[in-house]
């Protein structure tokens, strides 16, 4: 298994590092651990755009998730032309509403899983 640091930086992502966002690969697997400000751009440091298996959202606060959105407008408007299937994205309850409030327009929903963790 490796763990990958994609960010960790406070409420705002700083110069050197993105908020909150680690990659987990275990035997060709990637899951994400959090998407929040700046993470999108950095993970790309790490692993292609279409890359990913799976996202997992711990919470709902924008430092831990808002780059979802860049994330959704990334996988329905694939450079290599045709839309991506949709991945697992585990999430606490409200994610799915919240993530579309915050974007306004989402061209194409993921699969929305749920967790155990309530939204904060």
Not at 21 to 35: H, K, N, P, Q, T
Request: hydrophobic share 35%; glycine share 10%; aromatic share 10%.
């Amino acid at each position: 298994m490796k763990l990958t640091v994609v960010g960790c930086s406070g409420s705002f992502p700083s110069a050197d590092s993105a908020c909150s966002s680690y990659l987990v690969e275990a035997d060709g697997f990637r899951l994400l651990l959090d998407m929040g400000n700046g993470a999108l751009g950095e993970l790309q440091r790490h692993i292609g755009l279409y890359d990913l298996d799976a996202i997992f959202l711990s919470h709902l606060h924008a430092d831990h998730c808002i780059d979802m959105c860049g994330y959704f407008v990334a996988r329905y408007y694939r450079h290599e032309g045709g839309r991506c299937d949709a991945i697992p994205v585990y999430a606490p309850e409200g994610a799915e509403q919240r993530l579309t409030t915050a974007y306004a327009d989402t061209p194409r929903r993921p699969r929305w899983a749920r967790s155990s963790t309530s939204a904060r």
